[in-house]
């Protein structure tokens, strides 16, 4: 039986790889390149992690999984805020003594975790894979991983407000990027979890990173930067487009499937308008 799941890791893990070679190569050899690579490395490592826990065949190291993908997401933080200290310049010689605090605290939670049962005490195995039991300590990983990426929104907002062209539009790329991980991994991680108690669609949250590597890919090796308003311009033109194509696909009548076609031909003139006039 073909398992789609292990399907969707290997190819999101190949195009998260693909994007940290090309920037490691494509770009400048510098502590930013080498930052997102190493970013890359740890999100594909944690994905990998992620999936082995719900994986039937590693029912009985269950456990051990979810530990080390807990302990993986601390390191996430760390390689993530890391690489957003660097990029925005926040960092210029050396780590100031209170991220190294910070850095610290977040690689000593990784270790508690995957030597303790503090924050994973068990696992409950469900028909879709495993739930974790928390241990005493479980309550401070959401305010960890929240702690991060407010850290994260506040640095590049800073930063965007303060740079301007090209570091600019730099800024925004990530932030756009960094918005489309939220919203995906929200829902998934946050909002489904609270209203059903389950942890069953979170396993996809580790697939969103993909929406920050790319727009990042693009803010590092500076190919073809616009404007931020231009790019959210773009993405909702093509958002639109497909909505209305996929109108004129499943239109359950010849008069809905005409209707729909004319509907896409003027939306097809107004965007190339919009377009035209924004660049």
């Not at 969707?8 to 920037?23: D, E, H, T």
């Not at 039937?56 to 690489?83: E, H, V």
């Not at 580790?206 to 616009?226: D, G, K, S, V």
């Not at 499937?257 to 006039?277: D, E, G, M, Q």
Request: hydrophobic letters at 55%.
């Amino acid at each position: 039986m073909i398992n789609l799941n292990l399907i969707v890791l290997i190819v999101v893990s190949l195009i998260n790889l693909l994007l940290g070679f090309f920037v490691l190569f494509k770009g400048k050899k510098s502590t930013t390149t080498l930052a997102f690579f190493l970013l890359v490395v740890v999100i594909i490592l944690w994905s990998i992690l992620n999936f082995l826990c719900d994986e039937p065949s590693q029912s009985q190291r269950a456990i051990f999984w979810n530990r080390s993908t807990i302990a993986a997401g601390f390191i996430q933080c760390i390689a993530a805020l890391y690489f957003i200290l660097v990029f925005s310049e926040e960092l210029k010689k050396r780590i100031p003594l209170l991220w190294k605090v910070i850095f610290s605290i977040y690689g000593t939670s990784a270790l508690i975790t995957l030597t303790t049962n503090l924050i994973v005490k068990d696992v409950e195995y469900l028909e879709w894979g495993t739930n974790i039991i928390g241990g005493k300590l479980y309550f401070l990983y959401s305010p960890f991983i929240l702690f991060a990426v407010g850290s994260i929104i506040f640095l590049l907002v800073t930063k965007y407000k303060k740079f301007k062209n090209e570091r600019k539009n730099q800024i925004g790329y990530i932030l756009l990027g960094t918005t489309g991980y939220l919203l995906i991994v929200i829902p998934l991680s946050v909002l489904l979890p609270v209203i059903t108690g389950s942890n069953e669609y979170a396993r996809f949250s580790p697939y969103a990173w993909l929406f920050f590597l790319f727009f990042t890919t693009f803010a590092i090796t500076r190919y073809h930067l616009f404007g931020i308003k231009v790019i959210l311009t773009e993405l909702l033109v093509g958002v639109m487009g497909i909505i209305l194509f996929l109108q004129i696909i499943f239109a359950q009548s010849l008069q809905w499937r005409i209707s729909s076609v004319l509907t896409f031909l003027l939306f097809l003139i107004f965007a190339y308008s919009l377009l035209k006039a924004v660049h």
